[in-house]
């Protein structure tokens, strides 16, 4: 673990943010493939995912991008705020499916945003519905969403050696 950390210091912020944003298009890509070739549909919890994901995403292109060190860190400490959120989020998730007693089932995401305001959509989105309870995906034993909680972790990790590094 030393020599990873060794080597995470080695690589300039650029990169680090570079590959960040290389891992979020890999993962939103895999995000899409399952939906719309295997047909998975996400649920609430999972949509908050991918946008926290592409929040990630944006926040390290434009740190990636900053000529400005200024502009750089900000957008850096951006990135982190949301890898942080989007563990959050994911973490939740995956309460709820180690706990599906806890569910009832409840309307999908979109039909909550249209008939609901915003402050009342998005407690409602975290205590979970019956559709974020239903694991229907596993690889190595990890559901998705724990699978999320993985890379928003590592990215948050690599995130912070970016900002160490600068």
Known sequence: MPRLIHGLRALHARRIYAAVVAVVVALLAAALYYQHVEGLEPCPLCILQRYAFVAVGAAALVAALSAGRRWSVVAGAA??????AGAGTAARHVWIQLHPESLACGPGLATMIEN?????VLPKVFRGSGDCGVVDWT???????A???VWF??????????????
């Open 79 to 84: 990135a982190l705020v949301a890898a942080l």
């Open 116 to 120: 609901f305001p915003l402050y009342e």
């Open 139 to 145: 690889f190595l034993g990890l559901t998705m969403p």
């Open 147 to 149: 699978w999320a909680l």
């Open 153 to 166: 972790v590592l990215l948050a990790l690599a995130l912070v050696a970016a900002l160490v590094r600068r």
